[in-house]
Structures are given as structure tokens and as C-alpha cells.
Nanobody, 126 residues
């Protein structure tokens, strides 16, 4: 089992920045690729960003490309999501997710991830 705990959410004005963190425990962190997803009220959960276990590759949704940056520190068992130039449409609960390195398939699909955090609320005011 892997336990994931997100932090760093909050209320910010449009154009502002937030940095989300996700701390992992329970298993060797470097055995997992990591992703961020989000879910706005009344909408389905959607992919935001992903990073491979060794940080060699990153993936982004078109809606956040150029504004958000995913990174990880395997020594600290933590993955980050730096969010800049935030827009009201970024308002959502943000979830951290982990997928075993042996799991195949798209990084963009939530059903490829084995473990999920409880989420952190991000609210962007206009």
C-alpha cells in the first residue's frame, strides 16, 4: 500500500500561483510514476500532469501546459505541482495519484493509477 497526502491548496486570485505537494509513504517511492488529477463540481475527474519514476518524462493536459510544472524529489518521497497564472477554471479538488512502474497504458487515464490521495481544494477567484 502507498499512502498519499496532498497539501498546499487554498484560495488565490486569478493570475496567482500555488504549489501543491504530495507526500508518499508505505512503499519505495521511486517504484511509482506519479500523476495529478483534478475534479471540478459537476465534472468528471481529469488529468492534469504526470511524471515518470526517474523524472525523465513529464506529461501535461493542454489546458495547463506552459502554466503548471510537475516535479518530484525521490529522496523526500514527494511530488509537486507548481501552478502559475491560475485561472478561475482551474478551481477544483486536486488529487495526487501513484501508479506502479509495471503498469502499462496511458499516463492520462485515471484507471491506470493504483493509489490516490484524498485531495486538496484549489479555488481561484476572478
Amino acid at each position: 500500500q502507498v499512502q498519499l497526502v496532498e497539501s498546499g491548496g487554498g484560495l488565490v486570485q486569478a493570475g496567482g500561483s500555488l504549489r501543491l505537494s504530495c507526500a508518499a509513504s508505505g512503499r519505495t517511492f521511486s517504484n511509482y510514476h506519479m500523476g495529478w488529477f483534478r475534479q471540478a463540481p459537476g465534472k468528471e475527474r481529469e488529468f492534469v500532469a504526470a511524471i515518470t519514476w526517474n523524472s525523465n518524462s513529464t506529461y501535461y493536459a493542454d489546458s495547463v501546459k506552459g502554466r503548471f510544472t510537475i516535479s518530484r524529489d525521490n529522496a523526500k518521497n514527494t511530488v509537486y505541482l507548481q501552478m502559475n497564472s491560475l485561472k478561475p477554471e482551474d478551481t477544483a479538488v486536486y488529487y495526487c495519484a501513484a501508479r506502479d512502474r509495471t503498469v502499462l497504458g496511458s499516463y492520462y487515464r485515471s484507471n491506470r493509477y493504483n493509489y490516490w490521495g484524498q485531495g486538496t481544494q484549489v479555488t481561484v477567484s476572478s
